[in-house]
């Protein structure tokens, strides 16, 4: 029995070093992915009608009446209802739409509900570049739910083999930041045979046909926890309008002359808010943030793009063909007009250019405030190109750029050291013995310089000796023993921070880190019998004062333990005065004869009882005689 008890033991001790080393990995996080499927509005139309989706009745979606299912893809949740409509909170990442479907409309049985060809182009109104066939994929955008712009538009969509992990679209960050409405139309014709027939070997069948859409409008946004506000009194107005320089390809600039369609009138304006201090660098500006500071680059468009300057002919009209010589982005169409921003970091590493076409017609409102984009540090360039056409006999057309540059950087001057074991902060002065990693909170751009000095024997005892002077970098790590002095500097704003840690356990270092004395005061206190505790403190020697003879008693004087090295011996002297001298001893002496008189009392007593005793005795014997 107890050697199965100990077999068993010894596997509950395996099992428990098991999970607490399991316990003890730190595996990868990753954002939340999620599919939601999106309900939508079922209608039916009879063959003729162009999708009059605004006029006609409709049922809620389902399985039974939809050609397949619209889902979200991403770190995304619902929130509710906005405007009469599903919202939807993007958590952070990428939104992507999903259509995924199967062939369940066979398109070679003619006896049962297919797919056709609809050749029409029409749908509620709405005119689109190329015939539906087998079915459009339809998908809207709008800032207002009023004024709706084409996202992607594709058509014979279901005639292609289902590929239902594939997205057609992802919402872009201007859309989720500033909060956009969404509208998707599925649209499609179906037919049926109803009689078969056959004249002079020409088939003259008869069919049912009907027309199908399925409408999803839904609202989406991001949100980071923190609203991004404009403080009106801090902003900074940035960019300025050229005449591009060369007509193919946005590049260059040119001065705009008096009789220049651009003349006199600006389109709208770039301004940066939500930073804390600025600096021009250069010429470039860089703006300095602080801890919950949140960067904005804003767009407030200033004109009618279909009537600029008030002029009924003269518009922001869509570059089909556009392409930046600056940023060498291929040719495609640019919409009415197009953003780009580019993006490097500290490692001097350009980001490919992030490009929003259509952005003036589908990202902005006359007179309303457009976030663009939120900033951490970095350095970004920016262009937003467009094309304006004053519609004449002979149309007068003419590219603009607006472009400029700016720089983001913490304005804080910090460094945070860590424990390599416990994980926890070092602050200035503290003292580890398993060494320690620099995190500098993602301030990339901060100077950090790292001096290691460790303590050498010399004619004088322990002194100091430098072993490592000069810059650390983010996540490095130091182990090796020595008093590391930390030193971050902020070049934008002058200000420079400086922190010590030791790493080992030599007792005179942990000294030297706590109480500030140098390494020769603290060998000095070493050598007169100072002591150092383990947290760096020092216990001086106790020093025996000489005690005055007049507050010394007898008893005092036995407690006092004298020091090995200089041993006093103390004498008291006695001046009390003569006649102070007699009184004890008369009281002494009266004590005693009062004792002593008492004694004889009691042995006077004690005899006599014992010679009655005795007589008593002598009597009783007389008596028995006679």
Known sequence: MSYRCSLCARAALIVTAMVIFLSSITLPTFAETTKLDVSGKYYEFPEKSNYEISSSESVATSAANTYGKFTLNGNVKSDGNKNGVPAYKVEEGALEFVYSYTDKLPHDNLDEWHLVDDNSKKIDGSQLNENIRKGAMWLQTSMDKINWNEAVCVTDAFNAVPNNSEAFYKATDIELINGCYYKMIIAYETRIRTE??????????????????????????????????????????????????????????????????????????????????????????????????????????QQNIDKLNGKDNLSITADNAGFDRYFETPKTDFGKGTLIVRYTDYNNNKSEPQIYTNYLEANTSFGADTKVQLFEEGDYEVALDYQVTEDNLIDNVGHYRIFFKFSVRNGNCMVYPFDLKTGSELNNSSMTENGFRLDLANSRYLQINLKREVMKDSADGLVEDTRFNGPAKDGATYTDEGIYTITASNQYTGQFTVKKIYVGTNNVLRAYMTTGLTIPEINNLVANGATINEDGTIQLAEKVE????????????????????????????????????????????????????????VLIVIKKKSQNKIDKTDDNEGGDDK
């Open 196 to 301: 078969e027939s056959n004249f002079l070997f020409v088939d003259t069948d008869k069919f049912d046909l009907k027309k199908h859409a399925e409408v999803y409008e839904f609202y989406a946004y991001t949100d980071s926890g923190e609203k991004a506000v404009i403080d009106y009194n801090q902003t900074y107005n940035i960019g300025e309008r050229v005449r591009a320089k060369e007509f193919d390809g946005y590049y260059g600039k040119d001065e705009i002359k008096k009789d220049d369609i651009h003349y006199g009138w600006n389109l709208g304006n770039f301004f940066v808010s939500g930073y804390t201090d600025k600096r021009v660098d250069n010429g470039e500006v860089v703006f300095l943030k602080n801890v919950g500071d949140m960067v904005t680059l804003w767009f407030n468009l």
């Open 546 to 601: 000489p005690v005055p003879p007049e507050s010394v008693t007898s008893e005092e004087t036995s407690t006092i333990a004298p020091s090995e090295e200089n041993i006093e011996v103390i004498v008291p002297v006695d001046d009390t005065p003569e006649e102070n001298k007699l009184f004890p001893v008369v009281i002494i002496a009266a004590v005693a004869g009062v004792v002593v008189i008492g004694l004889v009392a």
